[in-house]
């Protein structure tokens, strides 16, 4: 945890937000090891509830739930980045598909070739027409729909940043920017902090169980002015306005309550600033319950089951049930986003591009 960062984001306590009490500045209230300027393990304490977060390898957990999440996730810390390919390789076997190791290595292989394969010597750069890089040029694509208004974002929150790549290229297109990352997959955040640092180490998969690791030096523009915390999206733990700029690329179909992440959206963007989604509207029930889904289900209505017209309701509805404050700047239906699942799979979106103003 960047003490910068952590200075000018000045979290307050989620558990607080969530119960609907207003709280001041988390604390840092223990300091295990640190740098001169992060925080590598320590914990944050809430002055008004006593709550404390702890900061595990440089990443600060800063969510409402904090034990279901380090129940859950907690594991992604623990397992070893530098392990002998042999011996990960027999890991991976004895434990075997579909377990807690696999589902963290295709994950990490997933987002790890999208967001870094371009920048890896090994890596062929096209593979019958698969390409990495499809979160940048979605975030690309978006901050043209956006315009010029974000030109000047000084405080940027990159929700869902998975491995990180999206960060740093936010950091790069602000200059005069800080940039914090969010996830909740804590593996991932980890994969981020490595690129931070200069090296990219992940499980590349090729089929089945059969993992490649990757491993090599990575030189991010702006990559001093990124940070990685992992929190909820749908309970952002930054004051109100405290963000110019917000990107949620495929988020709202991943979380518990779409609505809720807009409003969080909403709140922790200043008036004038820009916020930036994309959806390919893929529910899936584990993550979020049918009634919750924007689109996917009442295809007997007008709208027949569109995600689009669910999504266009909560931002210009009626009044008492849209979103407070917020306008479509610019929107593209249709952006081509695949993503690799090993050699011989991928899975392709056509993700709904929104570019909305904060009134």
Request: aromatic share 6%.
């Amino acid at each position: 945890m960047k003490t910068g960062h952590f200075d000018a984001f000045a979290p307050r306590c989620p558990a607080c937000l969530r119960a609907g009490r207003a709280p001041g500045p988390l604390a840092l209230a223990h300091v295990g090891e640190r740098t001169e300027d992060e925080i590598i393990d320590g914990t944050l304490l809430c002055p008004d509830c006593q709550h404390e977060y702890p900061v595990l390898d440089g990443i600060p957990v800063i969510v409402p739930e904090l034990t279901k999440l380090l129940s859950e996730r907690g594991i992604e810390l623990m397992v070893r980045d530098g392990m002998d390919p042999v011996l990960e390789s027999l890991v991976g076997d004895a434990i075997g598909p579909e377990s807690w190791f696999d589902a963290i290595r295709q994950m990490q292989s997933t987002y790890g070739w999208d967001s870094y394969a371009d920048l890896d010597f090994l890596e062929a750069q096209a593979v019958d027409g698969l390409r990495p890089g499809a979160a940048l040029r979605c975030l690309s694509r978006l901050l043209d729909l956006a315009g010029p208004g974000d030109a000047q974002a000084r405080r940027v929150l990159d929700l869902g940043c998975a491995a990180g790549r999206t960060s740093f290229a936010l950091a790069e297109r602000h200059p005069a920017s800080l940039v914090l990352g969010m996830d909740v997959n804590l593996g991932l955040l980890r994969l981020a902090r490595g690129a931070a640092a200069g090296v990219v180490s992940y499980p590349r998969r090729r089929i089945g169980l059969v993992y490649d690791r990757r491993r090599f030096d990575v030189s991010l523009p702006g990559a001093s002015r990124v940070d990685f915390w992992a929190c909820d999206a749908s309970c952002l733990p930054v004051p109100e306005g405290s963000a110019d700029l917000c990107a949620a690329l495929n988020l709202i179909d991943c979380v518990a309550n779409p609505r809720a992440l807009l409003e969080s959206l909403a709140l922790a963007t200043r008036p004038g600033g820009s916020i930036l989604l994309a959806t390919p509207y893929d529910w899936a029930a584990r993550a979020t319950a049918p009634v919750a889904w924007l689109g996917g289900h009442s295809q007997r209505a007008p709208h027949a089951g569109a995600g689009e017209a669910f999504l266009r309701a909560l931002i210009d509805g009626p009044p008492g049930h849209r979103v407070p404050g917020l306008a479509v700047i610019g929107e593209e239906a249709g952006f081509a986003w695949h993503t690799r699942l090993h050699d011989r799979s991928a899975v392709q979106y056509r993700a709904h591009l929104l570019a909305l103003g904060k009134k």
